[in-house]
C-alpha cells in the first residue's frame, strides 16, 4: 500500500511527473465512494505490532536495570534506547506503530529522568513538574526535527501545556478554584493549532493532515471533559434538563465534528452522553438496561450519521460563510 508520502517523495526523485502523480491520485480518487474519510498511518503490516512488543520489552528491561543504580538512570536509559531504535524502524524502515511508541518513549524517558534528577536538587514539587515538562517538551522539538513522527507535535503540546499550567498554578495558588477553566483554554489553544496544520493541507495528503489528527485528539478531552464537568455540577446529572443541555452540547459538537471532518470531539464526549442518560433512565426506574438502552439508542444514531457522513456535511457547510469554508476540508 502506498502513501502519498511515498507517492511525493517518488515525484522528487524523478520517478514520477507531478503531472502522472497528480492522474494517478485522480485515477484513485474516481474509484472510490464518494465519501469524507480521516485517515492516519498506524499500521504498514504485522510486523508493526512485533518490533513494538519487542520494543517494549526492551525498553522495560533496560530502564528496570539502570534504574537500580539511581532513578534517574532508568529514564535516561529509555530515553537514548528509544532514540537509537528510531533510528532503524522510524528514519530507515519508517515503520508507523513502532515509531509512535519510540517517541512516547523517548519524552517519557526525558520527563521522567528530569523529575527523578531534580527531585533531588530542588525541594519545591511544583518547580520540579515544571522543569521537567520544559525537559520533555524540548526532547519532542529535537525529536521532530530528526524523525518528524506526526504525533509528536501534539507530544510536544501536552509537555508544553503541562509547563504552563505548573506555571500558572504556582504563580497564582487562586488559579486552583478554576482548573476546569485552565484546562479548556489549553485544549481550545491545542484546537486552534490543530486547525492551523489543517488549514495547511485542505486535501489531507501529506503528513500534515496526519499531525493535525494527533493534535485534534489531544485537543478533545481536554475541551470536552471541563464542558461536561460544569455542566454536571457537583450533584452530578440529575434531571431531565441537564440530559437535555447534554444532548444539546453533544449536538453541538457533532456540528462542530462535521465542518472540521473530524471525528475526535464526538468520540471524547461520548461517555458522557451514555452517562447522563443512563443515569436518567435510572432515576425513572430503569435499571438494568438504562445503560443498554442508551447504547443503542446512541449508536444507532452514530451508525446513522457515518452512513450519512458526506450529506450531513454538505448541508452543513452550504449554510456557513464562503470564508469559512475555504479554511475547511473540501468535500469530495
Known sequence: MYTEEDLASAVRAGIFSADTAAAFRHHVARQQPVADEEHFRLLSGFNDVFVVIASVLLLLAVGWIAGTLAPWCGGVAVAVTAWGLAEVFTRQRRMALPSIVLLLAFVGGTGMAGMALLAGAIADSVLVTVLASAMATAAAWLHWRRFQVPITVAAGTAALTGCVASLLLAALPLLRDWLNLIVFGAGL????????????????????????????????????????????????????????????????????????????????????????????????????????????????????????????????????????????????
Open 189 to 332: 489553544a491545542s484546537f486552534v493549532l490543530a486547525m492551523r496544520w489543517d488549514s495547511s493541507d485542505r486535501q489531507r495528503q501529506t503528513r500534515r493532515a496526519d499531525v493535525a489528527f494527533w493534535l485534534h485528539l489531544l485537543a478533545a478531552p481536554l475541551l470536552v471533559h471541563p464542558a461536561f464537568q460544569q455542566l454536571a455540577g457537583p450533584g452530578g446529572y440529575s434531571g431531565v434538563a441537564q440530559a437535555l443541555l447534554v444532548l444539546a452540547l453533544y449536538g453541538a459538537i457533532a456540528l462542530v465534528s462535521l465542518c472540521i471532518d473530524r471525528r475526535a470531539l464526538m468520540v471524547s464526549a461520548l461517555a458522557y452522553v451514555l452517562y447522563a442518560f443512563s443515569g436518567l433512565l435510572e432515576q425513572y426506574g430503569v435499571v438494568s438496561l438504562g445503560f443498554a438502552i442508551t447504547a443503542l439508542l446512541i449508536g444507532a444514531a452514530l451508525l446513522t450519521l457515518s452512513a450519512f457522513w458526506h450529506v450531513c456535511r454538505v448541508a452543513v457547510l452550504r449554510r456557513i460563510p464562503p470564508a469559512w469554508q475555504a479554511q475547511l476540508p473540501p468535500l469530495q
